[in-house]
Nanobody, 118 residues
Framework: QVQLVESGGGLVQPGGSLRLSCAAS????????MGWYRQAPGKQRELVAQ???????NYADSVKGRFTISRDNAKNTVYLQMNSLKPEDTAVYYC????????????WGQGTQVTVSS
């Protein structure tokens, strides 16, 4: 059984910051890339940022320069530092990890709400 548990969401004013965390637990053999996705009401889920086990990162254009993804491989944890938040960043943020347990597959967290509003 694999679990991804997210934390750190909440309500913040425009221009503010939040830090999301996602910890993977269970019978893990290897984790390749980990990432953050978001889904706003009425919109499709989209990639925000991802990071490989070697530290190579990829960001959506809309968050470049404002968000930073990082990971602690020893703790099987990925972080998303979000600065200069805008109302359009409001969404449910989901963590995803590509994990090997006999075969490779994607696992998702339950999601954490981020609301940017004055």
């Amino acid at each position: 059984q694999v679990q991804l548990v997210e934390s750190g969401g909440g309500l913040v004013q425009p221009g503010g910051s939040l830090r999301l965390s996602c910890a993977a637990s269970g019978s893990l053999f290897a984790i390749y890339d980990m990432g953050w996705y978001r889904q706003a009401p009425g919109k499709q889920r989209e990639l925000v940022a991802q990071i490989t086990d070697g530290g190579v990162t990829n960001y959506a254009d809309s968050v470049k320069g404002r968000f930073t993804i990082s990971r602690d491989n020893a703790k099987n944890t990925v972080y998303l530092q979000m600065n200069s938040l805008k109302p359009e960043d409001t969404a449910v943020y989901y963590c995803k990890a590509h994990i090997f347990r006999g075969s490779w597959r994607d696992y998702w967290g339950q999601g954490t709400q981020v609301t940017v509003s004055s």
